[in-house]
Nanobody, 127 residues
Framework: QVQLAEPGGGLVQPGGSLRLSCAASGSISPTYTMGWFRQAPGKEREFVAA????????HFADFAKGRFTISRDNAKNTVYLQMASLKPEDTAVYFCVFDNRRLIVSSLWVEESYGYWGQGTQVSVSS
């Protein structure tokens, strides 16, 4: 069993930055994959970014490339999503996702690939 803690979120002005974190605890495999999906009002959930522990690879949705980065603290099983140059269209509930498997790249975009989901945190970008 795995528990996810996703503190953070909040209100930020356009052009600002915000860091989300997700900490996993419980039965953690060194092969884990951790990432984020988001859901804006009236829209479907969409993939944001993911990190694969084994090999340390990171992957981003097109809208996130060049603006969002991932870092991690391996000792704490924690992954951070640093979001910069935020836009109003980034407003959404952001969900941390986790799986103990090293997911293949094509599976990273698929909601059903992940065995665990966080509760979600609200990110609001407005003036």
């Amino acid at each position: 069993q795995v528990q996810l803690a996703e503190p953070g979120g909040g209100l930020v002005q356009p052009g600002g930055s915000l860091r989300l974190s997700c900490a996993a605890s419980g039965s953690i495999s060194p092969t884990y994959t951790m990432g984020w999906f988001r859901q804006a009002p009236g829209k479907e959930r969409e993939f944001v970014a993911a990190f694969r522990r084994s090999g340390g690879s990171t992957h981003f949705a097109d809208f996130a490339k060049g603006r969002f980065t991932i870092s991690r603290d391996n000792a704490k099983n924690t992954v951070y999503l640093q979001m910069a140059s935020l836009k109003p269209e980034d407003t959404a509930v952001y969900f941390c996702v986790f799986d103990n498997r090293r997911l293949i790249v094509s599976s990273l975009w698929v909601e059903e690939s992940y065995g665990y989901w966080g509760q979600g945190t609200q990110v609001s970008v407005s003036s």
